[in-house]
């Protein structure tokens, strides 16, 4: 039986003391690198679900967090007019390499979805796979949906892609280290991978300590901070910041919503 959330956050998840506004809070530059990266997430499940909401755009669509271009190239070779966007430079070193790949060459540009200012409006904005749970304050968060908003076309739709946070595994991953797939870096080798988990409550953090065990022995410690949307909360953010839910999917199969389900994925139009 699992122990009451609560009792592990008091007696601890919490540091004593610990001044919850000044975490520093982030993802360190090994999560950011697109080796590592494309290693991890080599699936392509989700690509139909993207191919067919960009096709309903019918217009130019913009992927914030595009990272290595493992969406935003498959369906610019569908023939849909992207733009991948990413803040991560060495992720759009990676994205660069991966269209020299498949020899196909969307636009990619950097920037920072709380602040960027592009000339032109798309059909379709998305932010895929969990990256907008790396904005961890209200401002940022709303920074954020305010640049969207502004980007987004009268008619267009904005797409927003996150965990449903489970509060089983991340007690259970604060419990035990688990231990991931072995990783096969080029000039690292066979690399160990483990991951644990801690949660800061107050902040709605889901702080995650990826550990990376080399082939000589040492190790390296970097940290992947999840912000956690809850989906009462998710829906009254976006309704506050100018966006109208029309679908609430609990998946890529576009099913329906459901306390099991593992995606939050919200359809929004403008309000």
């Not at 956690?228 to 679908?247: D, M, R, T, W």
């Amino acid at each position: 039986m699992l122990q009451p959330l609560t009792l592990l956050v008091n007696n601890e998840l919490f540091r004593e003391g610990e001044n919850m506004n000044q975490r520093d809070y982030g993802v360190d530059e090994a999560v950011h690198s697109h080796e590592i990266y494309d290693i991890i997430n080599s699936f392509d499940y989700d690509i139909p679900f993207w191919r067919e909401q960009a096709g309903k755009a019918k217009g130019p669509v913009l992927e914030l967090c595009c990272g290595t271009g493992r969406i935003t190239v498959p369906l610019a070779k569908h023939g849909i007019p992207i733009v991948g966007a990413d803040l991560s430079r060495n992720m759009l070193a990676g994205f660069q390499k991966r269209c020299v790949r498949e020899n196909i060459f969307p636009r990619s540009i950097s920037a920072d979805m709380r602040s960027f200012d592009l000339p032109e409006r798309f059909s379709l904005i998305f932010v895929p796979f969990n990256s907008f749970q790396c904005l961890y304050s209200l401002a940022d968060i709303e920074a954020a949906l305010a640049c969207i908003r502004r980007h987004l076309s009268p008619t267009g739709r904005f797409i927003l892609d996150v965990f449903n946070p489970s509060i089983e595994i991340m007690v259970d991953r604060f419990r035990a280290e688990q231990e991931n797939q072995t990783l096969n870096i080029p000039a690292k080798g066979v690399v160990r991978w483990k991951e644990r988990c801690c949660y800061d409550a107050a902040a709605q953090v889901n702080r995650v300590t990826w550990t990376f065990i080399f082939p000589d022995g040492t190790e390296e410690i970097q940290r992947l901070d999840m912000r956690c949307f809850y989906p009462q909360e998710l829906s009254v953010l976006l309704k506050a910041n100018g966006f109208i839910v029309e679908h609430f999917y609990g998946g890529y199969d576009c099913s329906e919503f459901c306390s099991e389900s593992p995606k939050q994925i919200l359809v929004c139009r403008l309000g």
